[in-house]
């Protein structure tokens, strides 16, 4: 996590994925590792039985949203691992989407690691020996028990949850990954005590994968104010945006430094989430530099491609999960954009706003011009004095966009029990569209504050005209034709009609997830009331264009 999404003080990266790193410190040095193998040669598992390594839950949402498992999900093979153990490698967490493993070992031993024939590289990570196998020694603070009237009504109703609450989604059957930096306090305060009570949060998947230990409720208070924005409820005090769900917890951020092992920590646990059937993540980290130097990312590299975090959290995304993660708190500083994850196109990247909903200035911008046309952040949510239960069980206050990231993940946890037939991508593009500033997006709250209420009446118009057709009255001489889904509708035929009734011209539109959209240009026609009429299949819709 970069510890400037937790505290608005500066944030850390990760190194560019594919460099071979041997490590440079001296012999004698234990350091942390990723060894990636060459291939899954001889593997015991195979795609055709993927209940062997995935959760029937993990391959139910792969089924219902068309996607195959593929060999990237084949787990890494044994007999790679116990060679990395019989030469005296300590492994711990392995990944199956890169083909390979963590290490904790000597320095000495990494040129025999490396002249393995199936290792492909040894990637320096993290120095010293930190994981083990026993924990770290529990403290948690005092509970305590708060009894103010519940003021979460401005950040959850900005967005509508309060109306989706009213329809009796909550959360209910859906289940949330929350990676960060530690839950202090989440098990014995009781704002958080319903989730125990009715077994919501899964302590057998839930890991801290920072000390390789079971005890998550410790460490440090921004995972558990976070997750509180999410799933604490204590009537009359604090209600939570999606209470009802249930949840895994994972430790991925380690608060006293900050190594490029944290993407890979991510990494790791995005993959025990998914196997055990994880419907959306929440990740309210960023990275953008580290404590070496030489691990740091350039501006260039916030491209959706390079950093091992964007590109699990992409990984995540084509495997139907719901990904969602605060955009940065750099705006106000010399870095000024967005961190990873951020950057990875189908990553609900999440601005920070006031109460009244006006961009806070530390919210992080998107590039520009837009790197692949993709819009960035994409939506944005109260990220100032959001109201969160403290470690101490009393409700306080934080800001930042990590305060913003949970209440988005609470709306399309609910709006996707609502709708659970849509796809992931299809759930983020409607999203999207319902936001305050959809016609128009920028780099500054991409698409807008989304809401409930506008996503109902979205989800109504697809039912009834699949086509999005904007901005309307035309800015800038353009029209833009959108399908809501390029999977349910990949083709039609336009014709534009002038105010007098005469066909001006007629075409045939082909979309896709490379091409979602088209653009019309209108420059050549005078301002007045036109008819475009759109057929696709035998359906027809028309729209009324406005051209000024």
């Not at 990944?95 to 904790?104: A, C, E, K, P, S």
């Not at 020996?129 to 519940?150: E, F, H, I, Q, Y």
């Not at 839930?206 to 104010?225: C, M, P, R, W």
């Not at 046309?373 to 959001?386: L, R, W, Y």
Request: proline fraction near 4%; charge should be negative.
């Amino acid at each position: 996590m970069s510890r400037l999404l937790q505290r608005m003080a500066w944030s850390r990266a990760v190194y560019i994925v594919g460099l071979v790193l041997v490590s440079v410190t001296a012999w004698g040095q234990t350091n942390r590792y990723v060894v990636i193998f060459k291939d899954k040669a001889a593997s015991p598992y195979s795609i055709s039985n993927p209940s062997e390594f995935l959760s029937q839950r993990a391959i139910n949402r792969r089924e219902q949203q068309g996607i195959s498992v593929t060999e990237q999900d084949l787990p890494v093979n044994i007999a790679y691992i116990q060679a990395l153990k019989d030469a005296g490698a300590d492994v711990f967490y392995k990944t199956r989407w890169l083909n390979g493993v963590l290490v904790q070992c000597d320095a000495s031993l990494i040129a025999t690691l490396t002249g393995l024939s199936f290792v492909e590289r040894v990637e320096y990570v993290a120095p010293n020996a930190k994981l083990m196998t026993n924990g770290r020694k529990k403290s948690n603070p005092r509970a305590r028990t708060s009894k103010v009237a519940d003021i979460t009504q401005t950040q959850l109703g900005m967005v509508g949850i309060d109306d989706m609450h009213a329809d009796g989604n909550r959360g209910e059957g859906m289940i949330v990954g929350i990676f960060d930096s530690g839950f202090q306090g989440v098990n014995v305060n009781e704002p958080f005590q319903p989730l125990f009570a009715e077994n919501r949060i899964d302590l057998t998947v839930s890991h801290d994968l920072v000390y390789n230990t079971k005890d998550i409720f410790q460490y440090d208070e921004h995972g558990a104010e976070v997750f509180s924005v999410i799933a604490a409820y204590q009537e009359g005090t604090y209600t939570g945006g999606a209470y009802k769900a249930s949840y895994q917890l994972f430790v991925t951020e380690d608060v006293n430094t900050e190594y490029r092992i944290e993407e890979y920590n991510w990494l790791f646990a995005a993959e025990m989430a998914d196997s055990a059937g994880v419907d959306v993540i929440n990740s309210s980290l960023g990275y953008n530099t580290f404590d070496d130097a030489s691990m740091d990312y350039t501006k260039a590299a916030m491209n959706g491609k390079t950093a091992v975090i964007t590109r699990a959290a992409q990984w995540a995304a084509d495997r139907g999960i719901v990904v969602v993660c605060s955009a940065g708190n750099e705006g106000a500083g010399s870095w000024q954009i967005i961190t990873a994850p951020a950057d990875a196109e189908d990553v609900l990247a999440v601005a920070s706003v006031t109460s009244t909903g006006v961009r806070v200035a530390s919210s992080s911008k998107g590039p520009s011009p837009a790197i692949d046309g993709v819009i960035k952040p994409d939506v944005a949510a109260m990220g100032s004095n959001t109201s969160v239960i403290l470690p101490s069980g009393a409700v306080g206050s934080a800001s930042g966009t990590s305060l913003a990231a949970p209440i988005i993940t609470s709306l399309v946890t609910g709006i996707w029990q609502q709708y659970p037939s849509l796809t992931n991508k299809e759930l983020l593009d409607i999203v999207r569209q319902s936001g305050s500033q959809a016609s128009t997006p920028d780099n500054l709250l991409g698409y807008g504050i989304p809401n409930y209420l506008t996503v109902e009446t979205l989800l109504q118009s697809m039912r009834e005209n699949p086509f999005r057709v904007y901005p309307n009255p035309v800015v800038d001489d353009t029209l833009s034709i959108k399908p809501y889904s390029t999977s349910e509708v990949s083709t039609c035929q336009i014709e534009f009609i002038s105010p007098k009734g005469q066909l001006l011209f007629t075409g045939d539109l082909s979309f896709s997830k490379e091409n979602p959209a088209y653009t019309l240009s209108v420059e050549s026609l005078a301002s007045g009331l036109y008819i475009l009429r759109i057929k696709w299949g035998d359906d027809v819709a028309t729209h009324r264009i406005v051209i000024r």
